[in-house]
């Protein structure tokens, strides 16, 4: 089956989460759901292309 989503995201987060290549980077306005997605793509990551949750690094920041 396809994967599951624990929100419904928009057209290029559905993007970015499923993208083939393993490292990404996301810019966008602040609460455009950058971290929903980045989560999103980590649970990809693990379930769809077997890669441990150990092996996963996220960082995220602003300019604040």
Do not use: M
């Amino acid at each position: 089956g396809g994967f599951k989503y624990f929100y419904q995201p928009g057209d290029e987060q559905a993007l970015a989460i499923g993208e083939n290549h393993p490292n990404i980077q996301l810019k966008a306005r602040a609460g455009s759901g950058k971290t929903r997605t980045l989560v999103n793509r980590a649970i990809f990551l693990q379930n769809h292309c077997g890669i441990p949750a150990n092996q996963i690094l996220i960082l995220a920041f602003n300019k604040k």
